[in-house]
């Protein structure tokens, strides 16, 4: 699933594309794919507005039209979006297609279909997609090691879980959480009641400077994103313990650990982290 450094990606790429363009009109092919309000009432009541601005929360992505109404939609795992020519192949599994009055289409593609959409008039208040019941941007000056340790530091749930509830940060993922947790050399299992004021404010400190890391890595040009179809863009060959177990550790040299944690993999080194010293 992209998680924020991606989601913040596309927001960057696509916006420049999508800004004062006129929405003409819209194909669904996949009605599920809206879900909120109906197919038909999403596709009529966007016909003719004009986009003026998109904006991130968290994983989602909201378009700003001209005229205070506006849509959000979350791609979850497969979805992927795309500003094209209106000549351009299009892609197996595309849901949705809005033609542009520039002469371009913004085109939603979805293998596994669990990427959704919703529609809000202006004033109206978005109760339906989730994005109400997030917590605090990472890079919120709220978002500080006494707002954490309020939060976590009676809970003996693990600091990896910690990282992944979007109630208390949105937008970080499995991905991020690995390489935030290696970066802050805390032992992801470790539960959070157990961490000291100085291991909060280092945890914070990486935190945005993980993100910001890989927000800078993932930097594409609208013409990289087309011919990598909105997915081939993404920082793996940047990742230092993600996907990398059973490799060495890019610090010491130990060997990497794969583990489960509430049901998600993860992966971190036991060295770096602590484990071998019984944290």
Same mark, same amino acid.
């Given at each position: 699933?992209?998680?924020?450094?991606? &989601? @913040?990606?596309?927001?960057?790429?696509?916006?420049?594309?999508?800004?004062?363009?006129? &929405?003409?009109? =819209?194909?669904?092919?996949?009605?599920?794919?809206?879900?909120?309000?109906?197919?038909?009432?999403?596709?009529?009541? $966007?016909?003719?507005?004009?986009?003026?601005?998109?904006?991130?929360?968290?994983?989602?992505?909201?378009?700003?039209?001209?005229?205070?109404? /506006?849509?959000?939609?979350?791609?979850?795992?497969?979805?992927?979006?795309?500003?094209?020519?209106?000549?351009?192949?299009?892609?197996?599994?595309?849901? +949705?297609?809005?033609?542009?009055?520039?002469?371009?289409?913004?085109?939603?593609?979805?293998?596994?279909?669990?990427?959704?959409?919703?529609?809000?008039?202006?004033? @109206?208040?978005? /109760?339906? /997609?989730?994005?109400?019941?997030?917590?605090?941007?990472?890079?919120?000056?709220? $978002?500080?090691? @006494?707002?954490?340790?309020?939060?976590?530091?009676?809970?003996?749930? /693990? !600091?990896?879980?910690?990282?992944?509830?979007?109630?208390? !940060?949105?937008? &970080?993922?499995? !991905?991020?959480?690995?390489? !935030?947790?290696?970066?802050? %050399? =805390?032992?992801?299992?470790?539960?959070?009641?157990?961490?000291? &004021?100085?291991?909060?404010?280092?945890?914070?400190?990486?935190?945005?400077?993980? $993100?910001?890391?890989?927000?800078? %890595?993932?930097?594409?040009?609208? @013409?990289?994103?087309?011919?990598?179809?909105?997915?081939?863009?993404?920082?793996?060959?940047?990742?230092?313990?993600?996907?990398?177990?059973?490799?060495?550790?890019?610090?010491?040299?130990?060997?990497?650990?794969?583990?489960?944690?509430?049901?998600?993999?993860?992966?971190?080194?036991?060295?770096?982290?602590?484990?071998?010293?019984? +944290?």
């Amino acid at each position: 699933m992209p998680e924020l450094p991606e &989601i @913040e990606t596309i927001k960057r790429v696509l916006l420049p594309q999508m800004k004062d363009a006129t &929405i003409k009109t =819209l194909t669904v092919k996949r009605p599920e794919v809206i879900a909120y309000p109906t197919a038909g009432e999403f596709c009529k009541r $966007l016909a003719g507005q004009k986009i003026c601005d998109v904006n991130r929360r968290g994983k989602f992505l909201t378009v700003l039209l001209e005229s205070g109404d /506006s849509f959000t939609l979350h791609l979850r795992m497969t979805g992927c979006l795309l500003v094209t020519p209106s000549d351009y192949p299009a892609e197996k599994h595309t849901h +949705i297609v809005f033609e542009l009055d520039n002469g371009n289409e913004i085109r939603f593609s979805d293998t596994r279909r669990f990427g959704r959409f919703w529609f809000f008039q202006n004033g @109206e208040t978005d /109760s339906y /997609s989730g994005i109400d019941k997030l917590g605090l941007e990472p890079f919120d000056r709220r $978002l500080t090691s @006494e707002y954490l340790k309020d939060r976590f530091g009676t809970r003996r749930k /693990s !600091i990896k879980e910690c990282l992944l509830d979007q109630s208390a !940060i949105a937008g &970080i993922g499995n !991905i991020y959480s690995d390489e !935030i947790l290696f970066a802050a %050399k =805390l032992l992801p299992k470790r539960p959070a009641n157990t961490l000291i &004021i100085d291991e909060w404010q280092r945890l914070i400190s990486k935190i945005s400077e993980v $993100l910001i890391y890989f927000i800078e %890595k993932n930097a594409v040009t609208p @013409e990289e994103y087309l011919q990598g179809k909105g997915q081939e863009y993404r920082n793996t060959p940047f990742l230092r313990v993600y996907g990398n177990d059973d490799k060495p550790c890019p610090i010491c040299g130990e060997l990497l650990c794969k583990t489960v944690i509430a049901g998600r993999s993860c992966v971190y080194c036991p060295t770096c982290q602590g484990e071998t010293e019984g +944290i």
